[in-house]
Structures are given as structure tokens and as C-alpha cells.
């Protein structure tokens, strides 16, 4: 079994974690993918730090527990000092850790569980898994590079395609896709995670196929059921393409 030599590291660099979710690691060259990803990893640590920053500037009360959004990123040396508030609850730690210029994203390590909860909740695609150190010798996932299946990308599309189709039916908009976890029928239509770019992040790629099949349930616990002769007339007339694939499913036909 083939292990990689970041696999017994604990704690991560920004640019080291960069790579290994670029796949960049084992190249003498920088990457456009691996800036990219660098970048999108420094603005996420920014939020967490800022949210951190503006209670202690601005409220008066000090919430040190107010948690920062889901979608930014903590460093080992944030979450050590929110930790630290246990034992600390006026903050004192946190607050002196906020006035130095440590605090910068160059000088952060981030811990594989934090790296590996921000590419799940961003849903971002990563060429390695940072799975936990005392995993290795349990399952093969650690190789680290994942090969992205081979999928038609005339047949998938991104969220705002789908909500225009199928949104004024059944009220789908973008927090539908934002965590997937307790919607497996709408997780396994997406065929292609989001991954970081320059200057953006391009969405997840989802079958429209599988999601009619998926707002035709009743019980999907969210927005309103498309019935199933409708869902296959806004299949065929926003994505012909797809429709045709599967037209012969059609009980219409």
C-alpha cells in the first residue's frame, strides 16, 4: 500500500494544504490551481478571524461563543485559544492572541479534521484526502489523489440551471445545495463537486435527470412535490439533451 509522505502529518501550512488539494504537491512549479486554492483558503481564514475581530472591537458584551459561518476556515492557533475559553471565558487569551501580528494566514497551520470539514462544507473537490493519522493502516483512501470519474458534461449542469427549471414549482434555490448531507437522492445527483478558481469557485455539476427523480419523492422534507408528468415536461424543455437519454422512462410516452 502506497502512503504519502504528508500522510503522517498532523498540522498543515496554507500552501502545503493548497497543494495537496490542487494536486499540486509533487510539482517544482506553482500551479495556477494551487494560487487558486491558496487564495480561497486565505479569504476563508479571514472571515473566521475577522468575525473573531469585530467582537472584540465592536461588542460590548464580548460573545467570544458566537461561532463563525460554516464556510470559513480556523487555524490550530484560533481554535486552541476558543478552546481556551473554557477555563477563559472573558476571552483574555484570545484577545491578546487578536492584537499580534502571528495572526497572520502565512504564520497558520490547520489541523487535517478542520481542512478536511471546510472542503466537505464548501464543497469543494480535493486531490487528497486528509484523512486521520490513526486511519492509514485501516483503508486504502489514504493514496491521497482521487481520480474524478468520467462523466458527459452536456448532461450536468450547476445549481442555477436547475433552480431555473425546476425552482418556480417546487421553491429549489441555492440552500438547497449548500449541505447535502441529509438529502442522499439530491447528493447522488451530483456527479461533480465545486472546486476552487481564479477568482471563484466553480459550483457543483448535478444530473437534472436524477434531480426530477429526486423532487418526484414526497417525502424529500423540502420545498414542494413536482408531479411526475410535470417533472418531465420541464425536463424536456430545459434540457432536450438529457430527456432524450432517458425519454423511454417516460410514462407520457
Not at 24 to 40: F, N, Q
Not at 79 to 99: F, Y
Amino acid at each position: 500500500m502506497t502512503t504519502h509522505i504528508y500522510d503522517l502529518q498532523e498540522e498543515f501550512l496554507g500552501t502545503e494544504a493548497a497543494k495537496l488539494i490542487a494536486g499540486a504537491y509533487d510539482s517544482p512549479r506553482e500551479h495556477a490551481s494551487y494560487r487558486v486554492t491558496l487564495e480561497l483558503m486565505r479569504s476563508s481564514y479571514e472571515v473566521a478571524l475577522g468575525h473573531f475581530r469585530k467582537i472584540s472591537q465592536l461588542d460590548e458584551s464580548h460573545n467570544w461563543r458566537d461561532s463563525p459561518p460554516d464556510t470559513s476556515l480556523q487555524s490550530v492557533a484560533l481554535q486552541q485559544c476558543i478552546r481556551l475559553l473554557d477555563v477563559d471565558p472573558k476571552g483574555a487569551t484570545i484577545e491578546v492572541w487578536l492584537s499580534r501580528s502571528k495572526t497572520v494566514f502565512e504564520a497558520q497551520k490547520f489541523a487535517r479534521e478542520e481542512l478536511q470539514r471546510w472542503i466537505k462544507v464548501n464543497d469543494l473537490e480535493s486531490a487528497y484526502t486528509f484523512i486521520l493519522v490513526g486511519q492509514l493502516h485501516e483503508t486504502p483512501a489514504n493514496a491521497g489523489p482521487i481520480p474524478t470519474a468520467n462523466v458527459d458534461h452536456s448532461m450536468i449542469f450547476p445549481p442555477d440551471d436547475l433552480i431555473a427549471a425546476f425552482g418556480p414549482a417546487t421553491g429549489m434555490n441555492f440552500k438547497w445545495f449548500k449541505n447535502l448531507a441529509d438529502r442522499a437522492d439530491l447528493q447522488k445527483a451530483r456527479k461533480e463537486k465545486g472546486r476552487p478558481q481564479r477568482g471563484h469557485t466553480r459550483p457543483p455539476l448535478f444530473c437534472p435527470y436524477l434531480v426530477m427523480k429526486f423532487l418526484n419523492k414526497p417525502n424529500h422534507r423540502v420545498g414542494r412535490t413536482l408531479s411526475v408528468q410535470h417533472g418531465w415536461r420541464l425536463l424536456e424543455q430545459h434540457f432536450p439533451a438529457v430527456y432524450r437519454a432517458h425519454s423511454r422512462e417516460n410514462p407520457s410516452e
